[in-house]
């Protein structure tokens, strides 16, 4: 095909202000692809910054990092089989020499750069990206899961991070994407009991066809207390929601030498907690977020997840301020929206 001189992106101009723009394609840097974007999935992370209160993301942004698509053009070093491979891309960058590069830990990398905090989301009809992050789709993958590759390696990261195994008892809060598929991602770990607590019937059911053990629609109990009676005590948990009150239950439903795995995005990052808590019974708290090496095991892992079962919707990018719309409605069947450039 002729190299296409322009393609529509989308921005965040301001708060709850989305523009579909024009933008030229500038000519391929000797590694890089151009990639036709086939399926573009919403993030929760992509609402904190339409909503201007992403933590790490300024206004103007671009938005949009869990995509697929075909490698329709490739820089004079790439091999020519790139050419028409339908891949998924991991959306970061790392800067290839520091010492947690060197050391295989590019998460680390003080250097770390996401795309689309550069003007090069996925809400778009192209993207160049390096040939280095592509990851070609099982020929049995659609262009939707896909997409979903990149949730389904923050999900993975974070079960590798909390040290989940066989046997273990896990308490997952949030019935999101990622909520659902840390129950998937828990499950092939080993762990044995998995309960997630949410507040949709409809994600809720859909949580255990993913993996959830038990389920608990948080309007009608406190999460922790369930878990507590329930199990006594699980050795890991899960925030994957971003509030205080999801802190809190995360690290009060833990046994002693628990650890609570915090994923959730703050929108408002100073809480208050029970520090005796952490002391007197030894727990550990860790952050995470993005993904090391675990784009191959996601999509390994893909063939035993229900994950088209995951969208429930899907809009061309000229409507995205509508799939945006039905997105922060927060309704209890929306679960994950994919743009189809
Ligand atoms: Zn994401
Ligand atoms: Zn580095």
């Given at each position: 095909m002729e190299y296409p001189s322009t393609g529509r992106i989308a921005w965040v101009t301001a708060p709850h202000t989305v523009e579909i723009r024009q933008?030229?394609?500038r000519p391929l840097a000797p590694h890089e692809v151009l990639i036709q974007i086939r399926a573009s999935a919403l993030c929760g992370s992509d609402l904190h910054t339409v909503r201007g209160k992403h933590p790490s993301v300024s206004l103007p942004s671009t938005i949009g990092?869990?995509?697929?698509?075909?490698v329709v053009a490739i820089g004079e070093a790439v091999s020519p089989a790139r050419l028409g491979q339908r891949v998924t891309v991991e959306p970061c960058t790392a800067c290839g020499t520091c010492e947690s590069c060197r050391s295989g830990r590019y998460d680390l990398c003080g250097k770390l750069r996401f795309l689309y905090r550069d003007g090069d989301g996925a809400m778009a009809d192209y993207i160049l990206v390096n040939e280095s992050s592509l990851f070609p789709l099982p020929?049995?993958?659609?262009?939707?899961?896909?997409?979903?590759m990149e949730p389904l390696s923050v999900s993975i990261h974070a079960v590798r991070r909390g040290g989940v195994s066989s046997g273990d008892s896990v308490f997952i809060l949030g019935d999101g994407?990622?909520?659902?598929l840390t129950a998937a991602a828990c499950r092939l770990a080993g762990a044995e009991r998995i309960l997630l607590a949410g507040h949709s019937p409809a994600r809720l059911a859909l949580a255990k066809s993913f993996g959830a053990t038990e389920t608990l629609n948080a309007h009608?109990?406190?999460?922790?207390?369930?878990?507590?009676?329930?199990t006594g005590g699980v050795a890991k948990s899960f925030e994957c929601v971003?509030?205080?009150g999801c802190f809190e239950q995360a690290t009060r439903a833990l046994r002693p030498g628990g650890v609570a795995v915090i994923a959730g995005i703050y929108e408002e990052p100073h809480i208050r907690m029970d520090i005796s808590r952490l002391i007197t019974r030894k727990l550990s708290i860790l952050g995470t977020q993005s993904y090391c090496h675990d784009f191959p095991r996601a999509i390994a892992a893909a063939a035993s997840i229900p994950l088209k079962s995951?969208?429930?919707?899907?809009?061309?990018?000229?409507?995205?301020?509508?799939?945006?719309?039905?997105?922060?409605?927060?309704?209890?069947e929306t679960v994950k929206i994919v743009i189809h450039p």
């Open positions: 933008r030229d394609i990092h869990e995509f697929s698509g075909d020929d049995a993958m659609s262009y939707d899961e896909g997409a979903l994407p990622i909520g659902i009608d109990r406190e999460s922790a207390e369930w878990v507590l009676d329930t971003g509030s205080e995951l969208i429930s919707h899907t809009f061309p990018l000229d409507r995205l301020g509508e799939a945006l719309e039905t997105a922060m409605e927060r309704k209890r």
